[in-house]
């Protein structure tokens, strides 16, 4: 019995890492929105690491906040230690990554979100989709009410149909014993989504008070902390940080593993769903790297008002007379006391060739899903489908064109189109090598790239955005000035050089040509360059990074410009590939079942060859 | 709409590999009502003991077979022959190919042997016309058939039906794999670096990127026996004017093709020739005699034998030996300080002024010099000169070993630019860039040789970092 009804233009089911961001930009965007949540208090939680950033996934973060998420922001408040990860290593994969006050960090993010206009947030499970006419309508709850809405988005993540597992105790919860959605999968069937099963898990978190730190080593923050959000100022956040501290796994910890092995419900088959092999859990890792003689353990703070201590590295779904024994092997673990298990869960979720590039449905106009519910993993992966299913749930009420980027504009791209064509066995985890054209879609440069999609939807003020139009326009005129600006053979020039410990120079070059000697970077070049210009730091960052690795850029320049051709064949929405003379049968199956947008995205479907491609084109051309 | 009875009617029949020389097979296709009753008359399948004439008349359409060419009783081919029965065919006719061992030789000798059993020679795109007048595709179809060829071609590459193409392979897969893990290992430890590391990796990298090099180089240098076996030695004749350089290509292929007078620089322009010496094949080119040429239009040919000697297998130097050397032999001979250089001491029923010694001193020491004595006048010295040749390419250079690969033009192509990516990694290495970069181009390293191993890359990198590298998190 419906005894609600009230009608919002956006919903938003879930309010995880996707639903949040999910919810901010249609709100944002001037939608009326509501977003469902479990629980009010687990708003924006991580359950499992307690960082933000990485590898690859500090470039997510750096994307999410051009486009004018509030990720980056919310973590600039709450962090507790920074680090830049492979600093030594090419500008490329420079990463960003920090340790959350987790508590403070879903904390911080309810705030934004409660004041947030044309936001309401409801403590509520939904449980039916609403579907007229083949087009969403809104949702109901499973109090009876409904909801009518214009677009839906899912951000369910691990919610739904959840199960936790260690040993043979098994519980029909979410993560953290949370409640699990244990409805809505039922309605997305009936609506003709197709379901799988997927799994992950996360190791245990301990008291602070039982390990030894004496027998570990200590893991300092970065001295200088470089702020995630663009609009971050660099000197307010330079603060005291947490240390984390680095043990390691040993033969007898391993034993023990060996062991007891029959006893994991993974190997015992009690769990179904499949795990992602990057996050393998230590019985996994001692399986299959049976040679590896130890483990790095990771024990990071959970935040500062918590002694509890997570074990990175150590994600486990043994029972717990196991974990207890495992973990008292390790050196600084040996009285180790246990807060809470470490445990696998299982959860409903999709496979994302349902969606088109936007994130809609392909086969429900107006629905649309982000996050981990669309088979990745990751808070980053969450946030960056969460921010692009939310502009485009908005774009799609205001009959505006939805946002999408391709693999040459932006790791989000990279993320979302492999999402929508390939059928991934496992949870999707980003990774800098799954990025064609890396060297272009830098986290240094994610304002430069990304601010002007921000700035269209209205995510990004228009002083914000004058600045990003205005750090373009000085990196280029620097660097046109140092490909001018000539040095002589002066006695001042080549006490430099050697003192840097590069070749004098016998006749003149101009600064740019310095710049690209492996032991010289811009900044080391000003004694010798009098009229340089008093530029900010991020804009000395681009011009230095612009002309040291100009040889690598263009030629990823000229990689896209191929790229863009194919990307920019469409492929129009009905094509019969029935009627395709001389595809293979495989090829057609392939392509009725992705319904590729574009040559580009067909071409990367695996199953169509080049000389499907080809039939294809010559198809096309002759409509 | 254009009938097909307004055409001429009829069997056609042409090379459809396009250019021949950058295949590995080559494609010899008929189309046409007559198609499969001539492919009957010069076409024995192996499992026929005696030839019906009827085989494939009563084969079933679109199979595969496998058997030779005869012409007149004389096998010219082992082949591998198509069999697509109208309608279901690219001209809608019925259409036979023949796929042989690539070469123009071959090829031709099968076209003709077509030709001589009822084809006639197709006109420049009639196939795709048949096609599409037949209705099989609209004109912009038509157009965009180029492409298609050259998708099949390789799909047909990667069904690996030629056995020396799977013997590369094999080869080259090892290497690949050796790429990948590289790539793979540098990319977990990008992606977790708190628990993969690179110490001292760069340096192994380069030793296994060197021997890599090394392998490859074989298989390029490969390429030019390969090229020798199936399409001739590039045999270039130089010499200053009137030494005897015409005479000699006329006492090679014993027909008077290039003009032979006394007056010096007859020859202006290249003359090419193609001949049979033993179980050689010689691509005889006759160049405009090296001086500097007064005459503009000499002085293109000159370029153009200078070109031409650069990319020669062999050269021919004829040497007048009853006149001095002078500056212009100076210039041959710095011309060919690298090359296989026969030099021909022409004129030898004259007084020889010119000694073998001479000639010794001023070419390169390390380049082995063979010199032969000859007369074109009194058609001495010939005999010994093709002993030469023979001693050189079949005896010597061209011992067939096991473990030699022929390589075509496709896959030289992959492997010089598998070489070029590895030498920017290096370079990198070089100018102390750090691992990242390096990936870039071993990845476009490991991809260009997917192409000689029919590969994609798809995911490879990612499964091979999850399967080789234990992550952290």
Not at chain 2, 435 to 459: H, K, P, Q, S, W
Request: net charge negative; proline share 3%.
């Amino acid at each position: 019995m419906a005894y609600v009804e009230e009608n919002y233009d956006v919903v938003i089911i879930g309010l995880g890492h996707a639903g949040c961001e999910a919810a901010l930009a249609a709100a944002r965007m001037g939608l009326d929105t509501i977003a469902f949540t479990i629980s009010n208090d687990s708003i924006a939680m991580m359950p499992c690491n307690p960082n933000i950033g990485g590898s690859s996934k500090g470039h997510l973060v750096r994307e999410v906040d051009a486009l004018g998420g509030e990720m980056g922001k919310n973590i600039d408040k709450t962090f507790i230690q920074s680090k830049m990860l492979n600093s030594s290593k090419g500008p490329a994969v420079h990463s960003l990554r920090a340790q959350a006050d987790k508590q403070d960090y879903s904390r911080s993010m309810r705030q934004v979100l409660e004041n947030t206009e044309h936001l309401t947030l409801r403590q509520q499970e939904v449980s039916d989709l609403l579907v007229e006419d083949g087009k969403i309508a809104g949702v109901k709850t499973v109090s009876g009410a409904t909801y009518h809405a214009k677009a839906v988005v899912i951000c369910t993540g691990t919610y739904l149909k959840a199960r936790c597992i260690y040993g043979e105790v098994s519980n029909y919860t979410g993560p953290n014993g949370l409640m699990a959605a244990n409805h809505l999968t039922q309605s997305l069937i009936d609506h003709g989504i197709e379901i799988r099963r997927f799994k992950t898990g996360t190791p245990a978190r301990v008291d602070k008070r039982s390990i030894d730190f004496s027998k570990m080593e200590e893991q300092f923050g970065d001295e200088r902390i470089v702020p995630f959000s663009f609009s971050t100022d660099p000197d307010a956040i330079q603060k005291e940080q947490v240390s984390c501290w680095l043990t390691y796994t040993n033969e007898e910890t391993h034993k023990i593993i060996r062991d007891n092995i029959d006893r994991s419900p993974l190997f015992s088959g009690q769990i179904h769903g499949v795990g992602p092999r990057y996050c393998p859990s230590i019985e996994d890792k001692v399986v299959r790297f049976a040679d590896k003689e130890r483990h790095q353990v990771f024990v990071e703070p959970e935040g500062l008002y918590t002694n509890e201590m997570y074990l990175g590295g150590m994600s486990s779904s043994l029972p717990e007379d196991v974990q207890y024994a495992m973990y008292h092997t390790v050196p600084g673990l040996e009285h180790v006391k246990i807060v809470r298990n470490a445990y696998a869960i299982e959860y409903d979720c999709i496979s994302a060739i349902q969606l088109k590039s936007s994130l809609e449905f392909k086969k429900i106009p107006g629905l649309f899903a982000g996050g981990q519910f669309n088979g990745s993993s990751g808070y980053e992966e969450a946030a960056a489908q969460g921010i692009v299913a939310g502009i485009n749930a908005a774009c799609y009420c205001k009959g505006m064109d939805p946002l999408v980027m391709d693999r040459s504009e932006s790791y989000i791209g990279v993320l979302i189109d492999d999402l929508v064509t390939k059928e991934s066995t496992e949870p999707y985890r980003m990774m800098t090598s799954r990025a064609e054209y890396r060297l272009l879609l830098r986290q240094d440069n994610a304002d430069l790239r990304l601010s002007h999609y921000g700035h269209h939807y209205g995510l990004v003020s228009d002083e914000q955005y004058a600045r990003v139009v205005e750090k373009e326009r000085l990196v280029k005129e620097e660097v046109e000035r140092l490909e001018t600006v000539t040095v002589g053979t002066s006695k001042k020039v080549n006490d430099l050089l050697e003192s840097l410990g590069t070749t004098p120079l016998n006749s003149g070059a101009t600064l740019a040509e310095l710049i690209r000697r492996p032991e010289i970077t811009y900044d080391m070049l000003a004694p010798i360059d009098p009229h340089r210009p008093d530029l900010r730091m991020d804009v000395a960052e681009q011009v230095n990074i612009f002309i040291k690795y100009e040889g690598y850029i263009d030629r990823q320049l000229k990689q896209v410009e191929h790229f863009k051709k194919l990307e920019n064949r469409r492929i129009p929405d009905h094509i019969n590939y029935q009627e395709i003379q001389g595809l293979r049968k495989e090829a057609r199956d392939k392509l009725i079942k992705f319904a590729p947008a574009s040559i580009g995205q067909a071409s990367r479907i695996s199953g169509v060859s080049p000389a499907d491609i080809s039939v294809l084109l010559v198809y096309l051309e002759s409509k | 709409m254009l009938q097909y009875s307004e055409l001429e009617a009829g069997t056609i029949a042409a090379i459809s590999t396009g250019n021949v020389t950058n295949a590995g097979i080559s494609i010899v296709r008929m189309s046409g009502p007559e198609a499969i009753a001539i492919a009957d008359r010069i076409f024995v399948s192996v499992h026929e003991k005696t030839p019906s004439g009827e085989y494939l008349a009563n084969a079933n359409s679109h199979t595969i077979h496998y058997g030779h060419i005869y012409s007149h009783g004389t096998l010219v081919d082992e082949v591998l022959l198509m069999l697509m029965k109208a309608p279901n065919t690219y001209t809608r006719e019925d259409v036979v190919e023949i796929n042989c061992h690539g070469g123009m030789l071959v090829t031709r000798a099968i076209l003709e042997t077509c030709y001589e059993y009822g084809a006639r020679p197709a006109e420049a795109g009639e196939f795709t016309k048949r096609a599409f007048l037949n209705g099989r595709m609209d004109l912009s179809q038509a157009e965009a058939v180029i492409d298609l060829i050259e998708a099949k071609n390789q799909i047909f590459m990667k069904a690996s039906l030629n056995q020396l193409e799977g013997k590369l392979s094999s080869q080259i897969a090892p290497i690949r794999e050796s790429l990948l893990n590289d790539c793979a290992h540098i990319e977990a430890a990008l992606d977790d670096p708190e628990h993969i590391d690179l110490e001292g990796f760069s340096t192994d990298l380069k030793n296994r990127l060197y021997a890599i090099l090394e392998n490859l180089q074989r298989y390029i240098d490969s390429f030019s026996s390969g090229k020798i076996v199936r399409e001739g030695i590039r045999t270039v004749i130089l010499g200053k004017p009137n030494a005897g350089k015409s005479s000699l290509l006329n006492a090679l292929s014993r027909c008077d093709r290039a003009i032979v007078t006394d007056i010096p620089g007859t020859t202006r322009d290249t003359i090419e020739e193609q001949i049979r010496l033993k179980d050689m094949l010689l691509n005889l080119v006759d160049t405009a005699g090296i001086r500097d040429a007064s005459d503009q239009v000499e002085s293109i040919g000159v370029d153009k034998s200078l070109k031409c000697a650069e990319d020669a297998d062999l050269i021919l130097y004829v040497v007048d030996c009853s006149t001095p050397l002078d500056a212009n032999d100076s210039k041959i001979m710095d011309l060919i300080r690298d090359k296989n250089v026969i030099v021909i001491l022409n004129k030898s029923d004259l007084d020889e002024v010119v000694t073998e010694e001479d000639l010794f001193s001023r070419l390169s020491p390390t380049n082995q010099v063979r010199m032969i004595h000859t007369s074109m006048v009194k058609e001495e010295g010939l005999e010994l000169l093709e002993e030469t040749l023979y001693d050189l390419y079949v005896k010597g250079r061209l011992v067939v070993s096991d473990d030699l690969v022929l390589v075509n033009d496709r896959q030289k192509n992959a492997l010089v630019s598998c070489v070029h990516s590895i030498e920017q990694v290096l370079q990198s290495i070089e100018l102390g860039l750090s691992e990242d970069f390096y990936t870039i181009d071993l990845m476009n390293a490991y991809a260009f040789l997917g192409r000689i191993t029919g590969d994609e890359v798809e995911d490879d990198l990612a499964n091979q970092i999850f399967e080789k590298f234990c992550m952290g998190k």
